[in-house]
Structure formats: structure tokens, C-alpha cells
């Protein structure tokens, strides 16, 4: 696929919140050979959305789709994204977009990776299952296939996966509405719900706001000490690390 026709989509988060691990995720797109283009953006109008703004989403989403519509194949890191082209977009305001995959979708198919060398990379993780990607779109085997091309990972299974996945407060604009209500969820949800280990090294996952989020809960909620060290990483981070100099 020539770079004309792979839109990589970087979505607000990354692009105003998360600069390192966007720079990250495409230098990872690079080193595997993949070409890709991206473009000055709009909001995707998601948060519009959920807010209730309908007349005011209607009409971003016709201009946002304008500049989409010439790729064969977007590609997204952000699920709240993808979930807005796919179902927002695509399903409630009949708007024809190109197919659209979350990052760890497209890495997961079939080819994406087969010339990749990974090194061992020893650590103990947790992999948090995304509402946005998991719940809502379905998405839990692609991100734990790429976590298991990584040798020397030991991946700590807690309680709760998958579709009973304890959300971690950062979706759904509580963020924006009550920030201390969903850094404490978070908190909650990893020390209570998943009961993190103190040895565990990092969490795991792929949504910017869930890395935002359970970044805060750590830093803000939580008083064990060699639990506040625990590190909260895009799973492209970890590849990145897996793929070496």
C-alpha cells in the first residue's frame, strides 16, 4: 500500500496530550517499513457526540469525512476515533468512509510483522482492555497477539478481563466534567478491582485516555509507594522497546 492511500489518524489526544507517544507510534510505523501518510486534523467530533451536540457533530463529520473519503484504508491508535467513524459516522449519519482499524488490528494482521525481530524484554505487565476498544468494538485478541510476540514478557492475569474489564474512568467526558472522580476510579479500579502486585512493572494498553487516565490515579490516589512506581504504557512503547536500536 502505497503512502497516498493509508491515512494514519492521530486523534486530539495523542496529538495535544500525548505528544512523546505519538512520536513514538510513528517512528514504530517507520522501523516496521510501513508508509503511511497523516494530515492537519480536525477534532473527529466524538466528544461533541457524547456530549449531545447532534446538529454540531453532524456537521463536523461531513467536514472531517471530506478529507478521508481519498484514502483506501484509515488507521487509528485512538478508539474513541474509531469508534466514531464506525459507528457515528458511518452508522447513525450514513456517512461512507474507507475501512478503518484500530493500530493494533492493522500490526496484527497477517504479514504486518513477519519480518519484525524482536529482543526479550523483561517484564512483568498487565494488559487493560480499553471500554472503547473492547466492550464497544470488540477488539480483545489483536493487542494480546502482539503482547505475546514479545519474548521474555510475563503477562500478570487479573481479576477481571475482557468484556468484565473494570473501567478505569477515562472515557465517557468524565475526565472533563470531574477529573478527580476519574483519576479516583482508576485508582480504585487497579489497586481494589485488578489488585496490581507491587513487582508488577508496567500496565499495559491501548487508549490514550485510559493511559492518561490510570496515570493520574497512580500519581494522585494511591499511597504505596512501589505502586506508584508501576508505569502506564501504550503497548506501542512496548514494541518499540521490543524492536530495539
Not at 510483522?113 to 517484564?123: E, G, I, P, T
Not at 468484556?163 to 475526565?175: D, I, N, Q, R
Request: aromatic fraction near 8%; charge should be neutral.
Amino acid at each position: 500500500m502505497s503512502q497516498n492511500e493509508l491515512l494514519f489518524w492521530r486523534g486530539c489526544t495523542y496529538r495535544n496530550q500525548l505528544p512523546e507517544e505519538l512520536k513514538n507510534i510513528e517512528e514504530v510505523l517507520q522501523r516496521l517499513g510501513i508508509r503511511f501518510k497523516t494530515i492537519e486534523e480536525k477534532c473527529c467530533g466524538y466528544p461533541l457526540y457524547l456530549a449531545g451536540y447532534l446538529k454540531e457533530t453532524r456537521e463536523l463529520a461531513a467536514e472531517v469525512s471530506k478529507v478521508l473519503k481519498p484514502f483506501k484504508l484509515i488507521v487509528t491508535a485512538c478508539p474513541a476515533c474509531l469508534r466514531s467513524f464506525k459507528e457515528v459516522y458511518q452508522e447513525q449519519l450514513n456517512i461512507e468512509l474507507p475501512p478503518v482499524l484500530h493500530l493494533t488490528q492493522f500490526l496484527a494482521e497477517k504479514g504486518t510483522l513477519d519480518n519484525a525481530k524482536f529482543k526479550q524484554v523483561n517484564m512483568k505487565v498487565m494488559y487493560h482492555d480499553p471500554c472503547e476498544l473492547g466492550r464497544e468494538l470488540g477488539v480483545y485478541e489483536e493487542p494480546r497477539k502482539l503482547l505475546n510476540l514479545v519474548p521474555g514478557l510475563k503477562i500478570f492475569e487479573q481479576r477481571f478481563t475482557r468484556e468484565s474489564s473494570a473501567c478505569c474512568g477515562g472515557g465517557g467526558l468524565l475526565p472533563a466534567f470531574s477529573p478527580s472522580i476519574a483519576s479516583m476510579e482508576a485508582a480504585r479500579k487497579l489497586t481494589q478491582e485488578d489488585k496490581v502486585p507491587a513487582d508488577l512493572d508496567a500496565v499495559v494498553t491501548t487508549c490514550p485516555q485510559c493511559v492518561l487516565n490510570m496515570r493520574r490515579g497512580l500519581q494522585m490516589w494511591v499511597e504505596d509507594e512501589a505502586l506508584k512506581k508501576i508505569r502506564v504504557l501504550d503497548l506501542t512503547q512496548l514494541l518499540s522497546q521490543a524492536l530495539g536500536d
